[in-house]
């Protein structure tokens, strides 16, 4: 069973970083596919960052080259450490992980998902 939980959401100012927590209580192993969404009052769910099948890192436009995300196998950590931050980065941001996807910044390819936790930079 698949348990996700976020931490590290807060605010920010314009240019700041602040680095997100993801934690598995369930069992996830390296082939896991595990992205960061994220999701602004009136606008759909987007992928942010991914890792699929374990090694293989995806970034959206929107934050390449500013957020990074990583994995700790050892503890079942997903981060998602984000850097010179924006007003348009606002959003509730959910860690999620699925077996498998074809689309890693697809919403409805991920079966677990954690509460959320939020981000407001201003």
């Known amino acids: 069973h698949v348990q996700l939980v976020e931490s590290g959401g807060g605010s920010a100012q314009d240019g700041g970083s602040l680095t997100m927590y993801c934690v598995d209580s369930?069992?996830?192993?390296?082939?896991?596919?595990l992205g960061w969404f994220r999701q602004a009052p009136g606008k759909e769910r987007e992928g942010v960052a991914g890792?699929?099948?374990?090694?293989?890192?995806y970034y959206a436009d929107s934050v390449k080259d500013r957020f990074i995300i990583s994995r700790d196998k050892g503890e079942n950590i997903l981060f998602l450490q984000m850097n010179d931050l924006k007003p348009e980065d606002t959003a509730m941001y959910y860690c999620?992980?699925?077996?498998?996807?074809?689309?890693?910044?697809?919403?409805?390819?991920?079966?677990?998902w954690g509460q959320g936790t939020q981000v407001t930079v201003s």
């Open positions: 890792i699929v099948d374990g090694s293989n890192v």
């Open positions: 999620a992980a699925a077996w498998t996807v074809e689309n890693w910044a697809a919403a409805h390819e991920y079966s677990y």
């Open positions: 369930g069992t996830i192993d390296g082939r896991t596919c």
